[in-house]
């Protein structure tokens, strides 16, 4: 699969959306170190610090099934995590959580192409280790799994 790699971006899905637009063929996966404007489900910002992996894969609607498309891309993110650490949950529907704190989370957006093929944009992010302090705000929720395990070696496993 195509993967394009980004030091630091507003948000892989927005980049993935506009390089879909700008014609680029799907399949196609978009990967970066940090975003500035990292998206969660229903508008939230997801902090996005250096030191992550936040990555969206563009694929055909008809690769998912549409209802179930969030569960799916979850459940086989917190399979890869469990590889390096067995305790990562899910919390219905997109969160993976360590130790009562979140760590990773999915956003699946539906996009058209310009001559109107239908397209999801999976997003994924996850807090693989601490570089820089966590906001105040976020301190009681964020969490990292903290793992020597290289950003390449999961955006493998994921793909």
Request: aromatic letters at 6%; a positive charge; one cysteine or more.
């Amino acid at each position: 699969m195509k993967t394009i790699r980004l030091r630091t971006t507003t948000s892989t899905n927005s980049v993935a959306k506009e390089m879909l637009r700008a014609g680029e063929k799907p399949p196609f996966c978009v990967v970066a170190g940090a975003q500035t404007a990292g998206r969660g489900q229903y508008g939230r910002s997801f902090w996005s610090p250096r030191g992550g992996l936040y990555m969206s894969i563009v694929v055909p609607e008809t690769a998912f099934e549409s209802e179930i498309i969030t569960e799916v891309v979850a459940q086989r993110l917190v399979c890869v995590i469990r590889q390096y650490n067995p305790d990562a949950t899910v919390k219905p529907i997109n969160d993976i959580m360590l130790h009562g704190k979140k760590i990773a989370g999915v956003l699946v957006e539906r996009v058209n192409d310009t001559h109107g093929n239908k397209f999801f944009v999976i997003g994924i992010g996850i807090n693989q280790k601490q570089v820089e302090p966590v906001p105040t705000d976020l301190a009681d929720i964020v969490g990292f799994l903290n793992h020597k395990v290289s950003v390449e070696e999961i955006v493998r496993a994921i793909l």
